[in-house]
Structure formats: C-alpha cells, structure tokens
C-alpha cells in the first residue's frame, strides 16, 4: 500500500518570501507523484507532476518540487509567495487500486496562509 | 482541454430523498471516472473507480447500494445517493482520465450536497 505525509496541516507566510511544502511519501513501486492546489469550494487544480523524468519538476504559477527517491521526499517550493497562492495543497502519489487501475492516494493537504 | 464539469454544483435536500450528481468530460473520452468525498477541512477519499460500461468498483467501506454509480458514456458518469441523510453531507468531487494517461485524472469541480 502507498501513502502520502504532509509533514505540515499549516504553513504561513509573509507575501514574497519563500514557500516550503513538504510531503513524503512510501510506495513499493516508482511512484507517480503530484501537487494539486484547492481554493475553497472549488475542485482540484493540477500544479506539477513527476513522472519518472527529471527530479526537479517545475509546474504553474511558479511553483516546483524535487523528487528525493533517497529521502522519499516530494517537497513543494516557491520563490516569492503571492496573496493568490492562499489556498489548501494535497501531494498525491499514484497507486494501483482495487479497479487494477491506476488511483490517486490524497495526502490530508496543507493550508497555506499568506499575509500581507 | 481536459475539462470536466459537474452538476449541480450545490444541492440541498430533505433526509430520505435521492439525489444524482452527473460528471461529464467536455473534450475528450474518459475510459474512467473516479468519485471522491471530501469531508470539511479533510482530504479526498476515493470513493469508487468506474470504466464506461462496467460496474463500478468500491473502496472498502462505501455501500454500492447506497452509492450508485453509472458510467453509460465516454463523457459521462453518474452518482445518486439513495435515501440521503444528514451524515451524506458532503462535497463530492469527481475525475477523469483515458486510457493513455493513466496516471494523470482532470478533477470536476465538485458538488456540495447537504442533507437536511
């Protein structure tokens, strides 16, 4: 069984200065791992995913991660935090489910607050 | 592309009532859907993965009987919750993919039910 950490049910921060995500993970096959983004009431927005590819996976809005396969680590960064990036962040890793087909195991996410 | 709707996207309704929530992909066939229940300031648990004209398969602990999902088109999936009460208040999210992207699913927007 694979299973996803969000080490952080909080994380705030001063617009402009750097964001730090962090998400492990465990998994018994090469994992498919994702960052989704959910603003309130709203569905699910992918940010990035790694696949297998590079380590260093860059997605929208200025965010990236580094797959750590040593760390088991999927860590989500920003440079310079933005009002707009206020929002609750799932990592997500990829699993083979009861269908046999490929399913998607929710970390319990990480609200991210920003101040002014 | 790779867009996927819900509808309603609110619905309230009385303890003991049906209600039927549809999940379409708008611009590509989706050879699988996914449902997802999202409790208030919790994660997205997989409800049930459905393939375009099978049955559904149900994750351990979600009542089929209670829970009916439909997938009678490539664009198109349904969920009625049968006999609602106060405890199914939930937002309900569903998602899409085809068959050469397996490991990546297009989310809804959800659908925020309450039973009253």
């Known amino acids: 069984a694979q299973s996803v950490t969000q080490l952080d049910s909080h994380v705030s921060v001063s617009e402009g200065t750097p964001v730090l995500l962090r998400c492990n993970y465990s998994?018994?096959?090469?994992?498919?791992l994702f960052w989704y983004v959910q603003h309130p009431n709203k569905g699910l927005q992918l940010l990035l995913k790694?696949?297998?590819?590079?380590?260093l996976v860059k997605g929208i809005n200025g965010f990236e991660a580094e797959f750590k396969k040593s760390e088991t680590s999927f860590h989500l960064t920003k440079p310079s935090a933005h009002m707009s990036d206020a929002a609750e962040y799932f990592c997500?890793?990829?699993?083979?489910?009861?269908?046999?087909?490929?399913?998607?195991?929710f970390g319990k996410g990480t609200m991210l607050l920003v101040s002014p | 592309g790779a867009v996927v709707s819900q509808h309603p996207s609110r619905v309230i309704c009385k303890s003991g009532t049906s209600v039927k929530i549809e999940c379409r992909s708008l611009d590509f066939q989706a050879t699988t859907m996914f449902w997802y229940r999202q409790f208030p300031k919790q994660s997205l648990m997989l409800m049930a993965t459905s393939n375009e004209g099978s049955k559904a398969t149900y994750e351990q602990g979600v009542e089929k009987d209670k829970f009916l999902i439909n997938h009678a088109s490539l664009t198109l999936s349904t969920l009625t919750v049968t006999s609602a009460h106060p405890e199914d208040s939930s937002f309900y999210i569903c998602?899409?993919?085809?068959?050469?992207?397996?490991?990546?699913?297009?989310f809804g927007p959800g659908t925020r039910l309450t039973v009253l």
């Open positions: 998994s018994s096959y090469s994992p498919s």
């Open positions: 998602s899409a993919s085809w068959s050469g992207r397996y490991n990546e699913q297009f």
């Open positions: 790694y696949t297998s590819a590079a380590t």
């Open positions: 997500v890793v990829s699993d083979r489910g009861r269908s046999g087909y490929s399913t998607l195991t």
